[in-house]
Every structure is written in C-alpha cells, then in structure tokens.
C-alpha cells in the first residue's frame, strides 16, 4: 500500500456562490433567486453566508494550511451579468480574477462551476428559467464569456452542480422556475435545455482552449431495489438509465440513451429535441466524468402506481433501507455505495473520475 498519494492526486473541497460569497448587493451584483428567499429555521442566509466575497484570502490560507490543492467553486453568473442576458459586469469579472490569483499563488487549483441553482432573477421572472431556449441562448453566452476570461488560467470546469437533478422533480427548485404546473413536459424540457448548454460550452471550450477539461457531473443516484422481487429490480434498473446513465452516455460521447429517447417519442415529447441540438450532441465527449455522493436510497415498486413516469419513480416508491443507519437527514450512510459508483464509472467509461462532493449529511 502507498504510504502517499500520487503527485498529481488533486484533493479540496467545492462550495457553490450563494452558500461563500454572501456582498448579494455589491460590486454591481444583480438579483439572483437566492436572494429573495428569507432565511428560516433549517435554511442559511444566503445573503451573509461566509462572506468569501470579502475574506476569500483568510479561506485561501486556511485551505493550504491543510494541505488542500483544489478548489471547486462557483461563479455567480448574476455577479458576472446582472440581468442574465445583458451588459457584462466588470467589476464582477475582476473579482474573480482576483479570486482566481489567490489560488494559484498558493499552489491551489482552480475548478470553475458555471452553474449551482442561483439563476439570475431577471431571467427567473421573464422566462421561467430554464425552460425557456432563450435561457439556454443567454446562459452559452454567459459561459463562452467566462471560458474566455478565465480559460486561459483554469483547466478544471463544469458547466452544471449535479446535472442529473434536472431529470428529477427537484428541477422545479433549481432551475429558474417559478410558475405553472410543474408538467412532465416541462421538466423534460428543463434537462434537455441544460444538456445542450453544456454540449454547446464543451465544445466551445475544446475549441478556443486547447488542453482544457470540461467534465461532466451528477448527484449520482444509487438506489438498490427494496427485495429481489423482478419488479424492483427492473424499476431500479429504470431508475439507473434515466437518472445516471443517460447523462453518463452522453458525457462519454453516446448520445442520450436509447431507452430514455425511446420513452420521450412515446410520451410525445420528441419535438423538444431539434435536429440540430442531437447533431450538437453528437459531437461532443467530456474529458473527466464528475459525481456527487452523500447516500444510498431503496426503491419498493409496489406503491409506484401504472404508468408513472421513471422520473418521478421516487415520489412513490422511496422506501428506507432497514440495513443501514442514517443521519439526523435522513440520509443512509453507505460508504460501499461510494465505492460501487467510483469503480463503475471508470470500469465502464475509462476517463479520470472527480468525486466533487460527499460527506454525510448532518447539523
């Protein structure tokens, strides 16, 4: 057993904007949606946070102290452009150049993520997020601007915090949305929307800076089937292609997956995939594939009732896993679970792997 790690072995921690930065109202920052959720029993002030925006350097010297040598952060893309889609702010982009230099100067790689739940309010109201093409337009744009500021200096981005999500009914909270019914089309039009945003950046990347590695990242969704009844295990196989191996598929250069696109013809929904978006896709491959992982999940088929969709199996069918112990969350703790996922993915895809976050779940 090695006694070290290897030399170019990178080990940090990874935060999104609205849980550090806090200055919501400085430096020309425009409104995002974070910023008009009030703080309550069990969620944070976003507004205050850690206050990174004005003590980044104190962090910075902590984080090499421990002997950290990457940083996986976020840009706040209403710090960068307060309405989402119009004028740049520079003096936004300036701090995180300032931002940028206090990592390399102490030997700490810079991870850049695009994108972690705090759509631009602006865009929010007008759109509805990301359900909307012209968010995707807008946010290309905000990507392509920053790849140009920072792609230079940084190799390490992603584009979305745990993609996969938006394939889930959490995408309602995360994605800019802010009213209707919370339709199945929709939702699907949410995913397919922020897939081809990141394909559009991938390949933008690839192009204008060369050696630079987009990766592609999920909150990986292991979930075991509750008995070893057929059923289970075929809805948790289900649950597998469409919340994980779809994107994985893509990521690696496959394209969506075969059941998944077989299940949107089939459910009308095939007009939200242009022509050209699937040729996009078509081109495109990531360099390193990304997950987040905190718990395992057990799914019972019995309660799913006929004809649910796969994306909303867990509505249903979430059921605990009498195996193990869990958080004060509720999050069940399963390091094998970890283990399983890393393994696979390498086995499977043969790219370099980057666990971005896991932990357990607890005050």
């Given at each position: ?9 990178l ?9 550090t930065?806090g200055?919501?109202?400085e ?57 989402g ?21 102490r ?18 109201e ?15 744009r ?31 909270l ?25 394909a ?38 289900q649950l ?26 089939k ?17 495109m ?5 990304a ?20 994306n ?28 399983s996922i ?21 005050d």
């Open positions: 057993m090695k006694s070290s790690l290897p030399a170019n072995f080990w940090g921690n990874s935060v999104s904007s609205m849980q930065e200055a919501w109202n430096g020309g920052k425009g409104m995002s949606v974070y910023d008009i959720r009030e703080p309550k029993e069990f969620a944070s002030d976003w507004k205050v946070a850690t206050d990174s925006y004005h003590r980044f350097e104190e962090d910075f010297d902590l984080m090499k102290d421990l002997g950290m040598n990457c940083y996986r952060f976020q840009i706040a893309w209403s710090r960068v452009c307060p309405t889609d119009g004028e740049f702010n520079e003096e936004g982009i300036a701090f995180y150049e300032r931002f940028i230099t206090g990592l390399i100067e030997g700490i790689e810079p991870m850049i993520c695009l994108y972690h739940f705090d759509m631009p309010l602006a865009l929010a007008k759109y509805n997020g990301f359900t909307d093409r012209r968010v995707l337009e807008a946010f290309i905000y990507g392509k601007k920053m790849i140009d500021c920072f792609g230079d200096r940084v190799t390490w981005w992603l584009t979305f915090n745990e993609q996969n999500l938006y394939h889930m009914p959490e995408a309602f995360i994605s800019g949305y802010m009213r209707g019914d919370k339709t199945l089309r929709e939702l699907y039009q949410i995913q397919h929307h922020v897939m081809m945003a990141h559009h950046l991938t390949n933008y990347l690839h192009q204008t800076k060369p050696g630079k590695l987009m990766g592609g990242m999920l909150a990986h969704a292991q979930v075991y089937p509750a008995t070893c009844k057929p059923r289970d295990v075929f809805c948790a196989q597998d292609e469409f919340f994980n191996q779809n994107l994985l598929r893509a990521f690696a250069g496959e394209g969506y997956s075969p059941e998944v696109m077989h299940f949107v013809e459910a009308g929904l095939r007009d939200i995939y242009l022509d050209e978006d699937l040729a996009v896709l078509a081109t491959k990531n360099d390193y594939m997950f987040s992982y905190y718990a395992s999940r057990t799914l019972d088929s019995d309660p799913i009732p006929k004809d649910t969709p796969v909303n199996y867990m509505l249903f069918g979430d059921k605990p896993n009498p195996h193990l112990k869990a958080t004060e969350w509720n999050w069940q703790i399963d390091p094998l679970g970890f283990r890393i393994t696979r993915y390498y086995n499977d895809w043969r790219l370099p792997v980057f666990p971005i976050e896991n932990g357990i779940g607890g």
